[in-house]
């Protein structure tokens, strides 16, 4: 019979983050956890191909409503962007119809303020909107740029004149938030995503049925950003996007989202029955009567909001004190001018008391205003520092500019974090924030427990760089320190020097020699090298598309072409081609990337970079020992690195050395008690040897550290799934889905309904798994099992034949991988193919003999084939190994063993 379907865990690899771990490259078969989860696995890329008269030209974004492509119009000759619809849009037929209804109506907007929806289309079964292409940033990065009481004024005025010319036509939008809102270069706003706006009732008699199917049958916004009406899917208009923009312009004005609380249930508690602080209380330099605008558009009630967009307008036209609300670097020579500063408050102080008696309102109220931020203390460095350095963003669009930004970002944070050795200081890399899709300091310090932030923004300035950093206190947002400097654009040593050298300054560090030595460092004599390689490093921080995949090698052999000897620039090329392998799952990457890595280890001046490039290469190629090796080396060479302590971790657990990876793994936590990876990496440890209850407190910890995040609620249903918990395991997966959509958490919930045996649901859960990750034959196993005990045999066989496809290409990399093996067994049993079942699992058995997973395997295979003898020797073998019974229990399996003594008494064993 079948195995039960189910996810299994998945380890990102890097040689350089925090949350993309060398280890095991694929899904286990059972149901399992998410190793170091950090991102959403895609459907298979458009780039290069044609739609219509589209030509797709590359992948420019992805979300939980899809991915977003630049593309050619070949007859009107002008750039569009195209959404593709995700999966879970693409089933029901009655939604694709009021989808592709709604989406043509939003065609018909026109309005400077809003990004124009052409045309819908439906290709190969899939929706997609084509829409304008913009040139710009997202209102999220223009946050981590100052910005004055005037142009906030003139960007809120924009939006708002794009929503009412929306509402005017009955049109809400439904998913306002910061990412939905482009800045172009011309400071002009363009509101995004139009196309799946939704129709919202007129006060005409003829519409009430349609309106109330139509606005309530399904949340597709962001929950954070909803109103309450629309949390509660009750009818609603455009007073809720109203709600939505009044959330961004707190979070613009107030520096931090006015509902977040420490989970995501909380938050969302809080936007449905709490009142916000209001905002000139959360932030004193917002003047009131701007604070009353937007505490009135966060009105619970729809009624006692603004009416319309335009009503807001009127009074935002009313003038408000200029000042600077942005994030405003503050000069490192604080400390000595604290006296003269006291004395200058003094003076100021004795000098307005009479004005605050005897003044008018609006000037008494300045007054205040102003000698509240005078003599407001500066925020103290926390005894225990966790920092998490800012990912980077850029209010231009030049694209080698933001991708050197985001190289530098990352190594200054790796610098950073070196100092962490024998110091109460946690460093949160700019990666960790980014894959997590955590962009601002309120969401660090939810996340992470951060109570630093490390902002740094860089401005092209002709032949110059003007970098600005800032040291930030997480719990007022308020700038400790800071500055900024000018230096010529071809000089990035100094850029990236300046800032670590500043960074260290404001946190009070006290460096021994070495380690001033070692902040200096960059591997190369070069700068034209150095600069190309942070560009590499800046593309692969998200190297899940393609096109930045491309460039990250491109610009590792520019680096090269200048420096052939720069050790850190091979390791990254060498990560590079093991990313595209990863994600095109193509053998030829596989040498390339070992040559790279190797010779990264030669050249002797990669350091723990390069031996972390070769273990993940080793590892993933199965050859276990040498990994183990090459990580041990690197946190020889870097005893702070989290990624080598925990890849380290993996290879041992993977040579079988169990003992010593659980003490590989401790040392991880040890070395960083704050971070949620390495209690997520022995959490999922601790899932694999089937300890449930301590992989249940890891996991636990781990939502604790990371309450927003997707990965430890995944990890806790599989857990539950694994214990036969069924019920239990539903609350989490789905609080996963609604915080991102991930195959693996469709999986899980795929497991719990077919343990439940509630097999059409189950099906329709791994369906979704399969569209979001194609090229993973675990996830066509699931499907093929659930179809199977559907009913649906030749859909069952379609997807089982799949999963045998995919499982070969991974054993042509790594032949001896047991775990594909036992798969590949149970799927040809269930093919019926007795003698390539038999052929794997013999091979399986002798790699890995006493494994119980794959001796639960083995009475899967040999039950399927009719051999009931033999599979009951070997689920007994499993039993008493230490699989649990729970987990096979009520399986469909093993239905036609119900009444036999023998499997009676396994399953009622204690």
Request: charged share 25%.
């Amino acid at each position: 019979m079948a195995r039960k379907a189910g996810q299994g865990t998945l380890t990102l690899h890097s040689p350089e983050s925090k949350l993309e771990l060398a280890g095991i490259k694929r899904l286990r078969p059972m149901s399992g956890p998410l190793d170091e989860l950090t991102k959403t696995t895609v459907l298979h890329d458009l780039t290069g191909t044609s739609v219509g008269r589209f030509f797709i030209r590359k992948r420019i974004g992805a979300g939980g409503m899809g991915q977003v492509y630049r593309a050619d119009d070949n007859t009107l000759k002008r750039e569009v962007a195209i959404k593709r619809m995700a999966p879970k849009f693409q089933f029901d037929e009655r939604d694709r119809k009021r989808f592709l209804k709604e989406a043509q109506r939003a065609s018909s907007l026109n309005h400077p303020n809003i990004a124009a929806a052409y045309d819908v289309l439906e290709h190969n079964g899939e929706i997609l909107l084509v829409m304008e292409y913009v040139e710009g940033v997202t209102l999220r990065e223009r946050m981590m740029a100052p910005f004055s009481i005037e142009q906030f004024v003139d960007i809120a005025t924009q939006c708002l004149d794009g929503l009412g010319a929306a509402h005017e036509r009955h049109i809400v939008h439904g998913d306002i938030k910061p990412e939905n809102i482009m800045l172009t270069p011309a400071s002009r706003v363009k509101i995004l995503d139009f196309g799946v706006a939704k129709h919202f009732p007129t006060s005409g008699p003829t519409e009430p049925t349609e309106s109330l199917t139509s606005m309530t049958a399904s949340l597709r916004g962001t929950p954070s950003y909803m109103a309450p009406e629309v949390l509660k899917q009750r009818v609603y208009d455009g007073r809720a996007d109203l709600f939505s923009l009044g959330v961004v312009f707190y979070e613009l004005l107030g520096g931090k989202h006015p509902f977040q609380a420490d989970s995501f249930a909380d938050t969302i508690a809080q936007v449905l029955h709490a009142e916000p602080t209001p905002l000139h209380e959360a932030k004193r330099e917002v003047p009131v009567s701007l604070s009353v605008i937007v505490d009135k558009m966060l009105m619970k009630d729809p009624g006692a909001r603004y009416a319309s967009a335009g009503a807001v307008v009127t009074d935002l036209r009313v003038p408000h004190v200029a000042i600077d609300l942005g994030t405003v670097p503050v000069a490192p020579q604080i400390e000595k001018q604290a006296r003269r500063g006291n004395t200058i408050k003094l003076a100021l102080g004795l000098l307005v008391a009479s004005a605050l008696l005897m003044g008018p309102w609006p000037v008494r109220r300045f007054l205040q205003s102003a000698l509240e931020k005078i003599w407001r203390p500066t925020p103290t460095l926390p005894a225990a520092q966790v920092l998490a350095v800012l990912p980077f963003s850029s209010p231009g669009g030049d694209t080698k500019l933001h991708a050197l930004g985001k190289g530098l970002v990352e190594s200054v944070a790796a610098k950073l974090g070196g100092l962490s050795e024998d110091r109460s200081l946690e460093v949160i890399p700019a990666r960790s924030m980014q894959e997590k899709g955590t962009t601002s300091l309120a969401d660090a310090r939810q996340q992470f427990g951060a109570n630093l932030g490390l902002a740094i923004t860089l401005q092209q300035l002709g032949d110059f760089i003007r970098v600005s950093y800032s040291l930030l206190d997480a719990k007022s947002s308020r700038a400790m320190g800071g500055d900024s400097i000018t230096v010529p654009a071809t000089d990035v040593f100094a850029v990236e020097d300046r800032i670590a050298e500043g960074a260290v300054r404001v946190l009070h560090l006290n460096l021994r020699p070495d380690e001033q030595s070692a902040l200096k460092l960059h591997g190369t004599s070069q700068a034209a090298a150095y600069g190309d390689y942070l560009q590499a490093r800046g593309y692969l921080l998200d190297y899940s598309k393609p096109e930045n995949l491309e460039n990250a090698i491109l610009m590792a052999q520019e680096a090269l072409k200048h420096d052939p000897n720069f050790g850190t620039a091979r390791a990254a090329l060498g990560e590079a081609y093991w990313r595209k392998y990863w994600l095109t799952k193509a053998k030829e990457w596989v040498a390339p990337a070992r040559e790279e890595c190797d010779e990264a280890v030669k050249l002797g001046n990669a350091g723990a970079a390069g031996h972390i490039c070769l273990g993940l290469v080793k590892d993933g190629t199965g050859k276990y020992e040498e990994a183990a090796a090459e990580y041990q080396r690197a946190v020889e060479l870097d005893p702070t690195n989290e990624n080598a302590y925990i890849g380290f971790a993996l290879a041992l657990e993977h040579q079988g050395t169990i003992s010593k990876a659980e003490e590989a793994y401790r040392q991880a936590i040890d070395a960083h008690p704050l971070s949620w990876v390495s209690y997520n990496s022995i959490g999922t440890f601790y899932y694999r040897q089937s300890e449930y209850t301590k992989a249940l407190t890891m996991f636990q910890k781990v939502t604790e550290l990371a309450p927003e995040g997707f990965a430890g609620f995944v990890n806790l249903g599989a857990t539950y799934n694994n214990t036969g918990r069924y019920m239990e395991a539903i609350e989490p997966l789905e609080r996963s889905i609604m915080i991102r959509p991930t195959y693996a958490a469709y999986s899980n919930l795929g497991t719990a309904y077919f343990g439940l045996r509630e097999y059409t649901k189950a099906a329709t859960s791994f369906e979704q798994a399969v569209n979001l990750s194609p090229q993973q034959y675990v996830t066509w196993g699931n499907l093929g099992n659930a179809k199977y005990y559907a009913g649906a045999r030749n859909e069952a066989m379609a997807a089982f034949r799949r999963a045998t496809e995919l499982a070969g290409e991974e054993l042509r990399v790594n032949p001896h991988d047991p775990p594909v093996l036992g798969d590949l067994a149970t799927y040809y049993s269930m093919l019926g193919n007795t003698e390539l079942a038999l052929s794997n699992l013999n091979k399986a058995l002798q790699a890995k003999r006493n494994n119980k997973e794959l001796l639960f395997n083995a009475a899967e295979v040999y039950n399927q084939l009719g051999e009931t003898g033999l599979a009951l020797e070997w689920l007994n073998k499993a039993v008493h190994s230490g699989y649990s019974v729970d987990k096979f229990r009520d399986a469909p399996e093993f239905d036609n063993l119900t009444n036999n003594p023998r499997y009676r008494d396994l399953v009622n064993k204690p």
